[in-house]
């Protein structure tokens, strides 16, 4: 069994009244381009699975593969199959595109029906008298490029999502090279999308997210090719990552793209700083969405890479009021405040 370290910090409070009624712990890594550990609180040798804060990487074998290219995909498909998405119109469409493109249909989906996001969505499924399906799944993006992986190189489409499946053994090279572990020390596991899931170290998944936007001596031109489409298609799209109201949508149009995020389930929150070389990664204990937000927001103010602008814009996923069922004002919900060192903060 692992251990699990009880005495990570309180990252955010829930304030009702005068009273912080309950909190989160959680804890944070900050590295540089050397893989130096800028600022860090908690333990960050504690192993969690990424969870969809991998799939910036969980495509790369299909661009480094050719399969992207010969099927005439483009930033919009790449930036769904890298998403978790609100289930929304938009999201749907582009996930038809993937389908169409290799011949296959929702029905080869083997992510689950999920109710979408928005209340809206789901209660026009409703009055359409329609159930929602696998395309609705936060991850269908993710599967539909995974199938498109596995017609281009011909693999099955029936089993894709087998931890002994070619795929996910590329996958998991992938992983283990960008993560900066080795491959018999990942941990592995089911994510909620039925898709193996590799866990690591926090410290490793702040590697990861410096990996992506760095130079390395391992990259050659098709790996660099590969990592800068990644993240050329979620700053470009960033509707198709995730959606409406959320964090990593208006984070990466808020800043034109120049800081890249990426959630992932059980309070995971991974960041890349391409101009400075930064990898960012935030794990919340208790697994709570929503928090892990308040925290990212929290330390990119600390560093300086926010504008007062840009913060402001943001506020409502740092700072979130409390409100009743009547909606009068209770409390709130807000990060602890952060003191990063002063030798690593941006002016």
Same mark, same amino acid.
């Given at each position: 069994?692992?251990?699990i *370290?009880?005495?990570?910090?309180?990252?955010?409070?829930?304030?009702?009244?005068?009273?912080?009624?309950s909190?989160?712990?959680g804890?944070f890594?900050?590295?540089d381009? @050397?893989?130096?550990?800028?600022w860090?609180? +908690?333990?960050i040798s504690?192993v969690?699975?990424?969870r969809?804060?991998l !799939?910036?990487?969980?495509?790369?074998?299909?661009?480094l593969?050719?399969?992207?290219?010969?099927f +005439?995909?483009?930033? =919009?498909e790449?930036?769904?199959?890298?998403?978790?998405?609100?289930g929304?119109d938009?999201?749907?469409e582009a996930?038809?595109?993937?389908?169409?493109?290799? !011949?296959?249909?929702?029905?080869? &989906? =083997?992510c689950?029906?999920?109710?979408p996001?928005?209340k809206?969505?789901?209660?026009?499924?409703?009055k359409?008298n329609k159930?929602?399906?696998?395309?609705?799944?936060n991850?269908s993006?993710?599967h539909?490029g995974?199938l498109?992986?596995?017609?281009?190189n011909?693999l099955?489409?029936i089993?894709?999502?087998?931890?002994?499946?070619?795929?996910?053994?590329?996958?998991?090279r992938?992983?283990? &090279?960008?993560?900066?572990i080795?491959?018999?020390?990942?941990?592995?596991?089911t994510?909620?999308?039925?898709?193996p899931?590799f866990?690591?170290p926090?410290?490793?998944?702040?590697? @990861?997210y410096?990996?992506?936007?760095t130079?390395?001596?391992?990259?050659?031109?098709a790996?660099?090719?590969?990592?800068?489409?990644?993240?050329?298609?979620?700053?470009?799209?960033?509707?198709?990552?995730?959606?409406?109201?959320?964090y990593?949508?208006?984070?990466?149009?808020?800043?034109?793209?120049?800081?890249? +995020?990426?959630?992932?389930?059980? +309070?995971?929150?991974?960041?890349?700083?391409?101009?400075?070389?930064?990898?960012?990664?935030?794990?919340?204990?208790?697994g709570k969405?929503?928090?892990q937000y308040?925290?990212?927001?929290?330390?990119?103010i600390?560093?300086g890479?926010?504008?007062?602008?840009e913060?402001?814009q943001?506020?409502?996923?740092w700072?979130?009021? *409390?409100? *009743?069922f009547?909606?009068?004002y209770?409390?709130?919900?807000?990060?602890?405040?952060? &003191?990063?060192?002063?030798?690593? !903060?941006?002016?």
């Open positions: 069994m692992t251990e *370290n009880n005495c990570n910090p309180i990252l955010v409070e829930n304030i009702r009244g005068e009273v912080v009624e909190f989160h712990r804890s890594c900050v590295v381009k @050397a893989g130096q550990i800028l860090s609180q +908690g333990d504690q969690s699975f990424p969809s804060a !799939k910036y990487f969980q495509h790369i074998p299909f661009l593969s050719g399969g992207f290219d010969s +005439g995909f483009s930033d =919009k790449l930036a769904i199959m890298c998403a978790s998405h609100n929304e938009m999201h749907l996930v038809d595109v993937v389908l169409d493109r290799i !011949k296959l249909d929702v029905t080869s &989906l =083997k689950g029906p999920q109710q996001t928005r809206s969505d789901f209660v026009s499924l409703i359409a159930e929602p399906s696998c395309m609705h799944n991850c993006g993710k539909a995974f498109a992986h596995c017609a281009f011909q099955d489409t089993d894709y999502l087998s931890v002994e499946h070619p795929l996910h053994q590329d996958i998991k992938i992983t283990a &090279l960008f993560y900066e080795n491959e018999d020390e990942l941990a592995i596991g994510d909620g999308c039925s898709a899931i866990g690591m926090l410290y490793n998944q702040a590697i @990861a410096k990996n992506l936007v130079d390395m001596p391992w990259k050659d031109e790996m660099a090719s590969a990592c800068d489409r990644i993240v050329k298609s979620v700053t470009h799209y960033p509707d198709l990552i995730a959606g409406t109201k959320r990593c949508t208006d984070l990466m149009k808020v800043t034109n793209g120049r800081i890249v +995020g990426k959630t992932g389930a059980d +309070g995971i929150y991974c960041l890349a700083v391409p101009h400075l070389n930064w990898g960012i990664a935030i794990k919340i204990d208790d969405m929503g928090p308040q925290v990212a927001q929290e330390i990119l600390q560093l890479l926010l504008t007062n602008i913060a402001e943001l506020k409502v996923h700072h979130c009021d *409390n409100r *009743n009547a909606g009068n209770v409390g709130i919900s807000k990060a602890v405040e952060l &003191l990063c060192p002063s030798a690593i !903060k941006q002016s």
